[in-house]
């Protein structure tokens, strides 16, 4: 089992943590033991003819091997492998059955919205998705302005996302823990940045998080925090990111209020540290190239050191 050691993780679809991806993980061995069949009838012919049975043969044998192990075998083979891809298909297309999340792609973060039953409004996140287990989710997805592709190996296969177009999929975890998603289609320069942690919870324990996540933001815990916040609104960050409780309502960027809750900064760029978002702040364009976030280096190092404080504080 040494060989199948990097096949393991939070981003492998040979660990599946949902139904969806057990039977894709379950597809691609039948498929490769399919492959290596054909490949050993293939070559193991050309071998005994070429190699062990080095003598003419006649015309008729001949043309039953070519027929029988290069034509109908292969045929035969391929199409009861397609018939069983095909199969499986219907079951991947189920719909969710409880929650609804609404993910967006954009350049290049994640605009994230969890839609309650009674049509109120969503509760809006980014860059970071929670999951009860055992529950079939319903996920749509749409782009903003390019395509994107959304990808959570351990828990399913990968949908496009479309601008002005929505695509669905759902997912339906069965085990705890932590995962990590990717945009699957090249999207631009930051592509390889545009990541999001997946963060599967016990159904009482989800349901406390998104309550939460409801609610506005925390009040700064300290003098340092507040000053943060006085930092944050003269600098005019409400005008492209919200944080709920206070008079930023911006909707460019990603919403802040919860922010210092989540384990990523910049889409999965960064671990959501004082630390890391100070280094956000002072080199944005550096981090995360063509981002559009402006970057403020030239903000005195004590007000960067009380806005990253702020921010972390927003649990």
């Not at 939070?10 to 061995?29: I, K, M, N, R």
């Not at 996920?139 to 695509?167: C, Q, Y």
């Not at 324990?205 to 996540?213: P, Q």
Request: with cysteine.
């Amino acid at each position: 089992m040494l060989g199948l050691g990097g096949c393991t993780g939070v981003q492998s679809v040979l660990d599946p943590a949902g139904t969806d991806a057990e039977v894709l993980a379950h597809l691609f061995w039948i498929l490769v033991s399919g492959a290596v069949v054909l490949w050993i009838l293939l070559n193991g012919t050309f071998f005994y003819v070429s190699r062990m049975r080095i003598r003419p043969v006649s015309h008729k044998i001949g043309e039953a091997v070519i027929i029988g192990a290069g034509i109908a075998f292969p045929t035969v083979l391929l199409a009861v492998l397609l018939s069983y891809g095909l199969s499986i298909m219907p079951d991947q297309r189920a719909p969710g059955d409880g929650l609804t999340v609404r993910v967006t792609g954009e350049q290049w973060w994640w605009r994230v919205e969890y839609l309650p039953a009674d049509g109120s409004a969503p509760v809006v996140s980014a860059n970071e998705l929670r999951l009860p287990v055992g529950a079939r989710t319903e996920i749509k997805l749409g782009a903003a302005k390019v395509i994107h592709s959304f990808w959570v190996p351990n828990l399913a296969g990968k949908m496009d996302m479309f601008p002005g177009r929505e695509t669905r999929m759902a997912v339906e975890p069965t085990r705890t823990g932590e995962f990590r998603g990717q945009c699957a289609e090249f999207c631009g320069t930051s592509h390889a940045l545009m990541a999001f942690p997946v963060v599967v919870l016990p159904p009482q324990e989800f349901e406390a998080w998104l309550a939460k996540e409801r609610a506005d933001a925390a009040e700064p815990a300290d003098a340092a925090a507040a000053r943060g916040r006085e930092v944050f609104l003269a600098e005019g960050c409400g005008a492209c990111h919200a944080v709920r409780g206070t008079p930023a309502r911006g909707r460019l960027g990603p919403d802040l209020t919860h922010v210092g809750g989540r384990r990523t900064i910049g889409a999965g760029t960064l671990p959501a540290s004082a630390e890391a978002f100070g280094q956000w702040l002072a080199r944005t364009d550096h981090i995360k190239p063509d981002v559009r976030m402006p970057t403020y280096r030239d903000l005195p190092e004590q007000d960067l050191l009380d806005l990253a404080t702020y921010l972390k504080g927003l649990r």
